[in-house]
């Protein structure tokens, strides 16, 4: 199949090109670039005037729900609400039931992706059997399996000489571990950010110290190993400041921050209203809308003004979406109850868009680095560039489009979003992987 790109500003982080172009597709591969391209013989053209054309979006954090609870989300299901976002490839985290720690359960999702013709799902691996940081898995036979990196997804390895001879291990096969920072004691059943807002309502809090303790305790790890470790939502102003000293200094560390993380503050929590099965809307006093309950939880301005400074002065690689879709009947409860998470791949360039570029806190192709070609580059893949000759993953956004989030357009099951009836700049026109087009708006 031949594809033609017309009229679109590319935008290649690989090579730092930027300017107005064609773009030719053949047989899943891109095999021209230049300023003006023929139509004649091509079996699609997409004419891409006041859009950008870029790498296809990679995110390095996504939960798939999937071997369970399917009720959140699938593998397919998530697929294609990726594709919707831009993204051509997603790394799934392992904190499924049961948990994603051997290579059988990796070959089940690998083989199901397979099986739908949408996007590129990579499965991460735990580092720990079941998740309990305890135990190391064989983590050999999961490399060998495809595993693009090593997590224990939502949770730290309690045991530090577990956490150091794991990295030590995956040093050796060159893969990167994904560390998401708490610390379990310290957080002591927390659900908000630790300020006035959680003392208005009454809430257990989750204070910045609940990642600083443990991300400082990874990063003096990883440096001792001398391996590679990539910290997952970050949150604090504490967080960024670390991590910028451990680059300094040699520490192997990657960082990535969430849509939510760098335009949210717990002064924007709504009031919890409940809808029963009868339609009746109930607002609950002292209680939260749980579309916000995340983890980490939503911080303070001061740490989103320091985030958004790390993203801009690119001590901050990743953009990434921590993507977790749930239920309505989990989400339709108290903000003690209720799980944590956002079903965010949907929104998140958008988003990323509105918030950062058009304030000129980043730039254009600092958002495709950060969406699409570091994060390639952390878990080694041949993604995140759009040169000749490579295989044609991309996105085609809307820089002009404005509109309101409607999450019951999303094609995730997870309608989980505090960004219904936001309004925002910047709409995915097309997704295309492999030379296939999988998504067009």
Known sequence: MKLLIKNGKIINPANKFEQKAD???EDGIIKKIDTKIKESKVDKVIDA???WVMPGFVDLDTHLNDPGPEENGTVISEMWAGARGGYTTIVAMPDTTPVIDNADAVKYVLNKSKAEEAINVLQAGSITKGSKGEVLTDIKSLYEAGVPALSDAGKSIKDTL??????????ELDLPVFAHCEDPYLINGGVMNDDENAKRLDMPVYSNAVEDVVLARDLIVAYKAGARIHISRCSTHGSIRMIELAKQIGVKVTAEVT???FTLTSNDIKEFIQVPENG???PHDNDADTNYKVKPPLRTQKDVNVIREGLKNDIIDVIATDHTPH???DKNTSMRNAPFGISSIETAAAITYTELV???IITPMQMVEKMSYNPAKIIGIDKGDISEGKVADIVIFDVNAKYKIDKNNFVSKG????FDGREVKGKVKATICEGRVVYEA
């Open 162 to 171: 577990v956490l150091f001879k794991g990295l030590r291990m995956a040093g």
């Open 327 to 329: 239920t309505f009947g």
């Open 280 to 282: 009746i809307m109930i």
């Open 23 to 25: 773009l030719l597709v």
């Open 358 to 360: 058009c304030n000129e």
């Open 259 to 261: 849509p939510h993380h």
């Open 49 to 51: 005037k006041g859009c």
């Open 415 to 418: 309608k989980n979003t505090p």
